[in-house]
């Protein structure tokens, strides 16, 4: 399949969840959230892309994710959200990739996790993605934001990372910080925390 529909991803990714600070998904594979669960928005923004021949440059999207437990556990419900600027061809080919129905890593493993699913839905996104500040919205609907570590002692920033040398399952390196809003309400989804797990990263994912 991953022949057949090639497709190649370089985007922003701003990644914020329900665990505490350092995310137990990122070390150990479970959760660190207060309910034993995940819960995430994840914003994209594609710096250079492509499916077949269709550029997929400069769209965005977001995915919204509500685990009982472990996401490798799956029985999750989500939904994705497509900016309103991507024409229906390019609508199409983002679905088709991120539904892993073209094949490729993470997606092709992450579209096993749920038992109910949303989208695409067409919105108007609205994303900023910064190192430690990035913000995420979609009116009325959701919302995430970004903030350093402060230091308790100094008051300086901490500027940390987390880095996967040998490649990690979303990411390879990434700003780590906490979330100032993550928030969403529609259909079956939603929740509201703040200081939870953040971090922003750009992600490299080809299916060829």
Not at 133 to 151: C, F, K, R, Y
Request: proline share 5%; with cysteine.
């Amino acid at each position: 399949m991953s022949n057949e529909y090639p497709w190649a991803l370089s985007m922003h990714q701003i990644e914020s969840c329900s665990c505490s600070h350092g995310c137990g998904c990122q070390f150990g594979g479970f959760p660190s959230s207060d309910n034993g669960g995940c819960d995430a928005i994840l914003g994209w923004q594609v710096i250079k892309g492509h499916f077949n021949d269709l550029d997929l440059s400069g769209l965005k999207a977001v995915f919204v994710a509500m685990w009982p437990k472990a996401m490798h556990d799956g029985g999750g419900k989500g939904a994705l959200f497509i900016d309103r600027v991507a024409t229906e061809e390019q609508v199409t080919a983002l679905a088709t990739i991120f539904s892993g129905q073209a094949g490729g890593m993470p997606v092709e493993a992450i579209a096993t996790l749920f038992s109910e699913f949303d989208g695409p839905i067409i919105s108007d996104i609205e994303m900023d993605p910064q190192d430690h500040t990035s913000t995420v919205s979609i009116s009325g609907i959701l919302e995430a934001g970004q903030t350093p570590h402060i230091n308790p002692v100094t008051g300086e920033e901490n500027r940390v990372h987390i880095t996967f040398p040998g490649g990690g399952f979303m990411w390879n390196d990434g700003f780590v910080g906490k979330t100032t809003s993550l928030k969403v309400e529609h259909g079956n989804l939603s929740f509201n925390y703040s200081d939870t797990f953040a971090a922003k990263a750009t992600v490299n994912w080809p299916n060829a």
